[in-house]
Nanobody, 129 residues
Framework: QVQLVESGGGLVQAGGSLRLSCVAP????????MGWFRQAPGKEREFVAA????????YYANSVKGRFTIARDNAKNTVYLQMNSLKPEDTAVYYC??????????????????????WGQGTQVTVSS
């Protein structure tokens, strides 16, 4: 069973920034779509951002567009989520995920957590007002 490992969460004031990292110990990291999801207390897990293997196709939830940036380093098997202008409503556990989606899959497929094969344990992000 592959376990992804997230890091970088913490407590930050509104307007601040955090950078999450996720290492994926998979054999062919570049073959995977990498995604970030989050889950706030009492809510369902929701899509945040995703990036295709080449790094030139990225997708964002409307709620984070313009504030968050996803990037990947295939040489390090690592995906990042740079979070700027954080808001209290961004408070959640953030999960990294890896999915073997077809290169021809639609962008909407990347929003669906059911299409991801491996997950991390999550890292807590708390934004105070």
């Amino acid at each position: 069973q592959v376990q992804l490992v997230e890091s970088g969460g913490g407590l930050v004031q509104a307007g601040g920034s955090l950078r999450l990292s996720c290492v994926a110990p998979v054999r062919t990291f570049s073959a995977y779509v990498m995604g970030w999801f989050r889950q706030a207390p009492g809510k369902e897990r929701e899509f945040v951002a995703a990036i295709r293997w080449s790094g030139d196709s990225t997708y964002y939830a409307n709620s984070v567009k313009g504030r968050f940036t996803i990037a990947r380093d295939n040489a390090k098997n690592t995906v990042y989520l740079q979070m700027n202008s954080l808001k209290p409503e961004d408070t959640a556990v953030y999960y990294c995920a890896a999915g073997l989606l077809s290169p021809y899959s639609s962008g909407t497929a990347l929003y669906d957590l059911r299409n991801y094969n491996y997950w991390g344990q999550g890292t807590q992000v708390t934004v105070s007002s």
